[in-house]
């Protein structure tokens, strides 16, 4: 097991050069390289007699090269290098392009094995540009099933291939068995030397199902694990009990403008009640976009409140963070110098403006009850007198990885509660699909939203084509005239802010001056400056512009209710559930809501995404959908996605992901330090830091 981790940068055998290019493709040791498996395989495992090859095919042949040599065609400057291969059964041309060392590597009447297209010219059949290599040495780029790889500029498969063959030879006997032996043999799963190499150099395409197979299990198994111990830690640890207030809950409640959906009422009810308990909450409320998690959350920071303790609750972004900060400020009016925002860039309570240090000891000394913030504040500046309840809003914005990290800041952040864990509330609109969810949170408990408040109206949803925009934009104009407002979303461009903060400012030059030239415009990005962000929001709500243009920014939580207009420029780019939170920022009022899909492409998947969104306003229904579109690699981390497709596949089978939490949960029952597993023990701390620790 140790030797796997030896950098690659000490084996001999791979060039210096290549060491940076490998290292883009993630790969930094022996182990990475081993796991660095094949995106698809080609069969070039059946040898063909040359007589009976055929055009258009591609084939595999054995034989002695009877005759080579270069030839220069100065008309299209290319190198070809022509050369006869024959067998018992006839003889075959083979041309290679701009390849004129070939005729370094294969001498006249040496024995080749070639795999590749055949085609055919006037002077018969050929094979162009093959595979080729020594007939005498073991298959590796021919005459089998010859493994593709993801490949980067200059890291060739064949290179690749060449490679991995030196260095299972080397270590394979060094791959170490994760996985105990009683459970490889209930799952019946193959071992994980024999998977690796199958992966890499496979004898049949079963072998490669059962390969992936075992992969995803190993990895969804080490998945569950730590899920397990999460949890089972999680439950052994101590927390303040707030005590349910029942009175206090129903006033505020009758205090709201609104009334509660039964799935409100009864979401609060279970968080009321976890929060009761001596050992800390971990509950995810998942409810669909506008559904009314907010206020759920309020009532449990409400009671933490009045019970004398702290929450703290932390936002994806600094907009969604301000927000929730005006929310809290008019629904908690006559505490409201006792709820404070801190993030990056500011600190403060309702009125007034803090310096740091004295926003730091406000917190410090338990006189901010409710903390709302970003990251900011999970910093280890921030300390607080005694806090016992944590809100994670839209978490699945965090990320696999940020996410169990926010968990366990939540669990070791500084208090005089001394060992005692706050309770943890996350909440998410973006549905995961059931399937899933066990994987994911089957160390949670779960409450679900699964009806919006009464009286919202079906939002209606289009496709615009280039040629239907103008319509668009003259319904736009009259919906403006009615007093709505509109929001116009512009794609993430290459996953860069920077870039596509540029282009909304384009568009939003273009709107103004081209397409809307009397209606007032926001513009609204990522790279803007929080307070540059938060005043920009806040004349949107005040109906100061009329049309805010912006990048994702906007996709999570932003509530401005009289907005009735979605425009999701190249909508073909995001994925559904991202829509489906798109939309979700309209139909919050009494006025009919519209979101209008414009699209340039005719990307068969892509409609078929844009067309379920049509079909569905249900976010569980549309999560559904999107694994079956899209794979279940959008909904799981950075870690895993390392997984070849194929093995991803794997993922989205249930009964896997059940069997793999149902060894978990025994294994730790039967051995609850792993200490008879060892190996395992050392796969699974190492995996665990890299899914919780940047
Ligand atoms: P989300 O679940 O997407 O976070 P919010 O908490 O932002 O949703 O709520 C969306 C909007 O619905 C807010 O304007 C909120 O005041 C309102 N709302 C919440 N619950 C109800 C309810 N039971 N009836 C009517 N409106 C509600
Ligand atoms: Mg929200």
Redesign the pocket.
């Known amino acids: 097991m140790p030797n796997l981790e030896i950098p690659l940068a000490q084996i001999s055998f791979i060039e210096k050069k290549y060491l940076k290019k490998l290292e883009q493709l993630g790969t930094k040791t022996v182990r990475d390289f081993l796991h660095f498996f094949p995106h698809r395989y080609d069969d070039f495992s059946r040898i063909t007699k040359i007589a009976e090859i055929k055009e258009g095919e591609t084939a595999t042949a054995e034989g002695k090269i009877s005759e080579i040599r270069n030839i220069h065609a100065w008309k299209r400057r290319m190198a070809i290098t022509e050369a006869i291969v024959e067998d018992k059964s006839g003889s075959v041309r083979v041309i290679w392009f701009n390849q004129p060392y070939i005729i370094q590597n294969i001498k006249k009447d040496s024995l080749v094995r070639i795999s590749g297209k055949v085609n055919w010219d006037k002077k018969g059949l050929y094979f162009s540009s093959p595979a080729y290599e020594n007939a005498r040495r073991a298959p590796t780029n021919t005459g089998r099933i010859v493994p593709v790889y993801p490949e980067t500029r200059g890291v060739t498969s064949k290179w690749i291939r060449w490679k991995i063959s030196q260095l299972l030879k080397k270590y394979s006997p060094e791959i170490a068995e994760v996985v105990p032996n009683a459970i490889l043999k209930r799952q019946k799963l193959i071992g994980a030397r024999e998977a690796i190499e199958q992966l890499h150099f496979p004898d049949s395409f079963e072998k490669i199902k059962a390969a992936q197979k075992r992969m995803a299990f190993e990895e969804m198994f080490l998945i569950q694990l730590v899920s397990v111990r999460t949890r089972k830690d999680w439950e052994n640890s101590q927390a303040v009990s707030i005590k349910f207030d029942e009175k206090l809950a129903k006033d505020f409640v009758e205090s ?1 403008p ?4 039964d799935a ?1 009422r009864k979401s609060t009810f279970q968080i009321l009640k976890d929060i009761e308990k001596p050992h800390p909450m971990n509950r995810l409320l998942e ?9 759920v959350a309020a009532i449990a920071a409400l009671e933490t409140m009045m019970a004398g303790y702290q929450t703290a609750i932390m936002a994806p972004t600094e907009v969604l963070a301000i927000q929730h900060f005006e ?1 809290f400020k008019e629904i908690f009016k006559n505490f409201s110098q006792k709820v404070g925002i801190l993030t990056a860039s500011q600190c403060r309570t309702v009125w007034k403006k803090n310096t740091k240090k004295n926003f730091l000891g406000k917190i410090r000394r338990g006189e901010i009850k409710i903390l709302i913030g970003t990251h900011a504040l999970i910093q280890k500046s921030v300390e607080f007198k005694n806090l016992a309840l944590v809100v994670i ?1 839209e978490q699945h914005r965090f990320g696999v990885e940020q996410r169990a990290r926010l968990q366990k800041a939540a669990a070791n952040l500084k208090d005089n509660l001394k060992s005692s864990v706050p309770h943890l509330l996350s ?1 998410t ?1 973006t549905p995961i699909p059931r399937t899933l969810a066990l994987a994911f949170f089957g160390n949670l408990d779960l409450s679900i ?1 699964d009806e919006l ?3 919202r109206k079906r939002i209606i949803t289009e496709i615009v084509t280039p040629t239907n925009r103008e319509n668009i934009y003259q319904f736009i104009r009259s919906e403006i005239k009615k007093g709505r407002q509109a929001f116009f979303i512009f794609p993430l461009i290459e996953e860069s802010e920077k870039i596509s903060g540029k282009a909304a400012t384009e568009e939003h030059k273009n709107l103004s001056e081209k397409i809307f030239l009397n209606l007032r415009i926001g513009l609204l990005h990522g790279r803007m400056k929080p307070k540059d962000k938060e005043e920009i929001m806040a004349k949107f709500k005040n109906k100061e512009f009329d049309i805010l243009v912006s990048t994702s920014v906007v996709e999570v ?1 932003v ?1 401005v ?1 009289n907005s009735t207009i979605m425009v999701i420029e190249g909508s073909e780019r995001f994925g559904l559930a991202q829509l489906h939170q798109f939309r ?1 920022r309209v139909g ?1 009022s009494e006025h009919q809501s519209y979101c209008f899909l414009f699209t340039d492409s005719a990307s068969a998947n892509a409609n078929k995404r844009l067309k379920a969104l049509i079909e569905s306003e249900n976010g569980f229904a549309l999560a559904e959908k999107d694994l079956e579109i899209r794979g279940p690699g959008q909904f799981i981390g950075k870690r895993q996605s390392g997984l070849a497709d194929a093995a991803m596949q794997h993922l989205s089978d249930v009964k896997l992901i059940q069997q793999a939490r149902i060894e978990a949960q025994s294994l730790f029952e039967f051995d609850p330090k792993l200490k008879q597993f060892p190996v395992l023990k050392i796969a699974l701390d190492k995996f665990d830091k890299e899914i919780h620790l940047e």
Do not use: E, N, W
């Not at 409810?287 to 206020?295: A, E, P, R």
């Open positions: 709201l609104f009334k509660l959906t409100q409810g669909d976009v506008g559904s009314g998690k907010t206020v929310t809003d909440m609109a939203l408040p009464k009286g939580g509530d209710p979700g919050r």
